[in-house]
C-alpha cells in the first residue's frame, strides 16, 4: 500500500484487491475481522488490538483490507495515539476520512475529519471555522440521508466540547456556559427520539455529560442529575467504558458535596468494571485506569487523612487541615486507609509507565506515590519516585511540578542524613520559584534550603535534621500543585470541575482523548 506512510498505520497488508475478497478470508481472519469491526462499532477501547490481530490473521492469509476497513483501523489506531504519540493522531483521522468517502461512507468522513480537527495544535479562528463548517455539512447529510442520527449527534458533540475547552477563555464565561447549556438541550431533545440505538444512546449520554460538568460550577443539583443519566446511558447501551470519563467527573462533584463514600463506592466500581472477570479484553485504556486510580486515591484518603508522623497532614489538600483532626478513626483505620492509597498509587505509577501513556500522568502518579511514602518514613523508596517525576514534568516544562517534586527529593534526602543533597535541591526548587508572581514559595524555600546547606557543614546537626523528618515541613503543603488551577467549566486529572470548590491539577492535552 504505498499511498500509506510508515507511521501511519502498522496493518502491513495490502489494501483494495489482490487476495482473497471480503468473505472469502479463512475463519480466522474471518473471526479477527468480526471482532474488530464489532468493537469499533461499538467504541471499545480494545478496537485498535483487534486491528492489529485482524491485519495478522489478514497477512497469513494472503488476504486484502477493503477501504472501509481499513478506515475503522486509522481510526482506531489514531483514538490510541496517547503521550509521545499524540501528534500522529490528526494525519491518522485525516487518512481515515479520505478512505471512508472512498467507501462511501459519507456521516463517519465527517467524524473522521471532526477528530481530525479537534486533533491538532491549532485552536485559532480556522479550526473553529472548520468545526462550524463540519457541523453544517452533518445537518446537510443527515437531511439528505447520507449521515445516520448517530454520526450527525457525534459531530455535533464534539463541536459543542470543543466550545466547553474554551468557555473559560471567554469575556463572559458564565454567559457563554449558559448558551452552550441551551444548544446542549436541544441536542439531547432532538437525539432523543433515537436513543433506542446505541449508536444514539451514547452520544446522548455524553452530551448529557457534558451538560452537567459545564453545570457543576452554577447548579450542582442539576448537575448531578444529568452526570448520573450519563452513565446509566453508557450501561444500558451496553458500553460501560463510555461512562469512565463521566464517573471521574460525578465522583469528583460527590466529593465537592461532601459524598465521599459514595464518591469512592462510585470509583472502585468503575475500576471493577475495568478488568472484566471474565478474561475479555479489558474495557480501559491504561492512562484512563491511572486516572480512576489517583481519583480513588484521593477519595479514599478524603476527610480522614489524619496526620502522619510529626503533624504531617496530606500534601495539597483542604482535608491535611485541622478541620480533619477530629475524625475520631483509630489508628487500625488509618492503617487501612494509607494501605489502600499506596495500592492504588502503585497500580496508577505501574499503569503510566511506557510512552503509550502521557508523561504529564505518569510524573503526577510517581509524585503521588513518592509523597505517601515519604510521609510514612519511606524515604529511600520515594527518592527514585521523585527522580522520575523531575525528568516527566521536565518534558513537560511544567515550573510548578518540578518545584514540588523537587522540594519533596530534598525533604526526602534530609530525612535520609544527605543535607548536603536536600540544599541542593531546596536551592534548585527555591530558584524555580522565584521566577512566581507570589515570592512567599520561593523565600520559604529558600530558607529551608539555607537551614540545609548550614546542616551540611556539620555532622551534629545533619544528624538532628535526619531524626527529625517524620512528617512533612509546611513549606511542601502549601506548593501550587502540577499543571495549575483548572478553569471554572475545567476538568481536573481527578475529575473535579474547577468551579466546584478546591481543585488542582488540570488534565494534560486530552482533546483526543475525549473523542466519542
Known sequence: MRSRSPDEFRLGVPSYGGGPGAGDEPVEAREQLHRARRFTAEGHPAAGGAWERA????????????????????????????????????????RAADLHERAGQHGKALVSRMRA??????AG??????????????????????????????????HARARADRLDTLPDPAAGAAGLREELGRLITSAAPHRADPAVLCPLADARALLGRISAPDDPTRALVHLRAAVAGHRAAGRPWGAAE????????????????????????????????????????????????????????????????????????????????????????????????????????????GAAVDPCLGALARLRLGSAYAELGRCSEAVGLFEEALRGFAEDGDEAGLVRAG???????????????????????????????DARHAEALGRVAAGARAAAGSPERTDRAGAGCAGPRSELRGLPEPYGQPGR????????????????????????????
Open 246 to 353: 463521566h464517573e471521574l467527573v460525578l465522583a469528583g462533584l460527590l466529593r465537592a458535596t461532601g459524598a465521599h463514600e459514595e464518591a469512592a463506592a462510585l470509583l472502585r466500581s468503575a475500576l471493577r468494571a475495568a478488568l472484566p472477570s471474565d478474561g475479555s479484553a479489558a474495557s480501559l485504556r491504561r492512562g484512563d485506569r491511572a486516572r480512576l486510580c489517583l481519583a480513588l486515591a484521593r477519595a479514599v484518603a478524603g476527610p480522614h487523612a489524619a496526620g502522619r508522623g510529626r503533624g504531617g497532614w496530606r500534601v495539597g489538600t483542604e482535608e491535611g487541615s485541622a478541620g480533619s483532626r477530629g475524625t475520631g478513626r483509630g489508628t487500625d483505620g488509618r492503617r487501612r486507609v494509607e494501605a489502600e492509597e499506596v495500592a492504588l498509587l502503585v497500580e496508577a505509577v505501574r499503569l503510566t509507565g
Open 407 to 437: 522540594a519533596w527529593l530534598a525533604h526526602s534526602a534530609q530525612c535520609l542524613g544527605d543535607a548536603g543533597r536536600a540544599g541542593r535541591e531546596y536551592t534548585r526548587a527555591a530558584a524555580r520559584a522565584g521566577r512566581w508572581e
Open 125 to 158: 479562528g480556522t479550526a473553529r471555522f472548520q468545526l462550524g463548517e463540519l457541523c453544517e455539512r452533518a445537518a446537510v447529510l443527515y437531511r439528505t440521508g447520507r449521515a445516520t442520527a448517530g454520526q450527525a449527534t457525534t459531530v455535533l458533540l464534539l
Open 55 to 94: 491485519a495478522t490473521a489478514l497477512r497469513r492469509a494472503g488476504g486484502t483490507i477493503t477501504p472501509g476497513d481499513h478506515a475503522d483501523a486509522l481510526d482506531s489506531t489514531a483514538l490510541d495515539c496517547r503521550g509521545r504519540a499524540r501528534a500522529a493522531a490528526g494525519p491518522l483521522f485525516a
Open 117 to 122: 480537527v479537534l486533533a491538532g495544535e491549532d
Open 489 to 516: 467549566y475545567q476538568v481536573n486529572v481527578y475529575g473535579d470541575v474547577g468551579g466546584t470548590g478546591r481543585n488542582t491539577v488540570a488534565v494534560p492535552r486530552t482533546r483526543v482523548q475525549g473523542c466519542v
